[in-house]
């Protein structure tokens, strides 16, 4: 039974390499794109985004299984990595060269509803202990350009995150 859902807007995104994208905050959440070196590919970096956590209601500890991630990439863009963690622990990874859970490489516009792709499903409950957060990387694919004015489809904009805490 669901007991409370927690939500923060896209804005409270930080970028682990900030050198590799271009950043900026707009009204509807973080938008990032890839930044070419002359005659150069883009790497991509990790993205972290907080989930405000309710730890204890009721005298109760909650638990979490499902989570969401709000997003939107160019044709050139996608999100390869998807990292869960509760404070300073990792407790799930779905990876796209594992491809674990079928929950690899994520692209597309996911930003008005929930769907398969922005919904990120734990395969059991975790007893929340400190504080929740999504990672996930921000990867290149198809890139057609090296131009140093970069490709405006390496984009990607994250609206909001959330998660289910029952």
Do not use: Y
């Amino acid at each position: 039974m669901l007991k409370h859902a927690s939500w923060v807007h896209g804005n409270a995104v930080v970028v682990e390499d900030p050198g590799s994208v271009t950043l900026r905050h707009v009204g509807m959440g973080t938008e990032m794109f890839f930044k070419f070196a002359l005659g150069g590919r883009p790497t991509g970096t990790w993205c972290h985004i907080p989930i405000p956590t309710p730890v204890i209601i009721n005298d109760v500890r909650l638990k979490v299984q499902t989570l969401f991630l709000m997003f939107q990439t160019g044709q050139h863009a996608a999100i390869d990595n998807v990292h869960i963690f509760d404070g300073p622990s990792r407790i799930a990874m779905f990876d796209a060269a594992i491809g674990s859970g079928g929950a690899g490489r994520r692209e597309g516009n996911h930003l008005q509803s929930i769907d398969a792709a922005n919904t990120i499903t734990l395969q059991a409950p975790h007893e929340v202990i400190f504080g929740m957060s999504i990672s996930f990387t921000f990867r290149p694919v198809a890139v057609t350009t090296t131009l140093p004015g970069g490709d405006p489809e390496g984009r990607i904009l994250i609206s909001s995150a959330g998660a289910d805490f029952i």
